[in-house]
T-cell receptor
Framework: DVKVTQSSRYLVKRTGEKVFLECVQDMDHENMFWYRQDPGLGLRLIYF???????EKGDIPEGYSVSREKKERFSLILESASTNQTSMYLC????????????FGDGTRLSIL | AQSVTQLGSHVSVSEGALVLLRCNYS??????LFWYVQYPNQGLQLLLKYTTGATLVKGINGFEAEFKKSETSFHLTKPSAHMSDAAEYFC???????????????FGTGTRLQVTL
């Protein structure tokens, strides 16, 4: 079974802090994704990566950056956390193929105070 | 650009009743369609997918979905609801057209299923 592991289930940070969310997958997938999930808005793509050191902006990249130095690891960075970034963050990975599903981690519930 | 519409943000059914969750999509390319389920405080889990071939797709936990191209729909059904089916369900369409974006998905806003006794 594919395993996507997010480093924290719950995280509380303060405004202005630099926040790192880590995600690791064990299937050698090419593609990795970061989403945020908010009630009534579904999943919104922040960034995705299709190879090591490669990244593309999703629908809501403002205030975020990402890093993919190794194939199995994809990090989401909140450069200066703000209260409107309080949310559930989900990481996913997949093969780079049209008919392949994304596999999700359990999510990180981030609160910015 | 692809889009997904899930009709009804909340659906309530009695235990043993039919479950019907609606999903309509728009896509400029032949669609690949997915249903995911999310239980409280967990990530998304794949229920089923349609890629090519048979338009009636069976998934886990007794769910199935039928791809209807003429109606641009991919509704999710289960003949008899169980309490354990209470969760949020997401429909998604693949929007990738190039290498590197092939598995990129557009998600609907989700439908929360409540199952009552």
């Amino acid at each position: 079974d594919v395993k996507v592991t997010q480093s924290s289930r719950y995280l509380v940070k303060r405004t202005g802090e630099k926040v790192f969310l880590e995600c690791v997958q064990d299937m050698d997938h090419e593609n990795m994704f970061w989403y945020r999930q908010d009630p009534g808005l579904g999943l919104r793509l922040i960034y995705f990566s299709y190879d090591v050191k490669m990244k593309e902006k999703g629908d809501i990249p403002e205030g975020y950056s990402v890093s993919r130095e190794k194939k199995e690891r994809f990090s989401l960075i909140l450069e200066s956390a703000s209260t409107n970034q309080t949310s559930m963050y989900l990481c996913a990975s997949s093969w780079d193929s049209f008919n392949q599903p994304q596999h999700f981690g359990d999510g990180t519930r981030l609160s910015i105070l | 650009a692809q889009s997904v519409t899930q009709l009804g943000s909340h659906v309530s059914v009695s235990e043993g009743a039919l479950v019907l969750l609606r999903c309509n999509y728009s896509s400029s390319v032949p669609p690949y369609l997915f249903w995911y389920v999310q239980y409280p405080n967990q990530g998304l889990q794949l229920l089923l997918k349609y890629t090519t071939g048979a338009t009636l797709v069976k998934g886990i936990n007794g769910f199935e979905a039928e791809f209807k191209k003429s109606e641009t729909s991919f509704h999710l059904t289960k003949p008899s609801a169980h309490m354990s089916d209470a969760a949020e369900y997401f429909c998604a369409v693949s929007e990738g057209i190039n290498t590197g974006t092939a598995s990129k998905l557009t998600f609907g806003t989700g439908t929360r299923l409540q199952v009552t006794l």
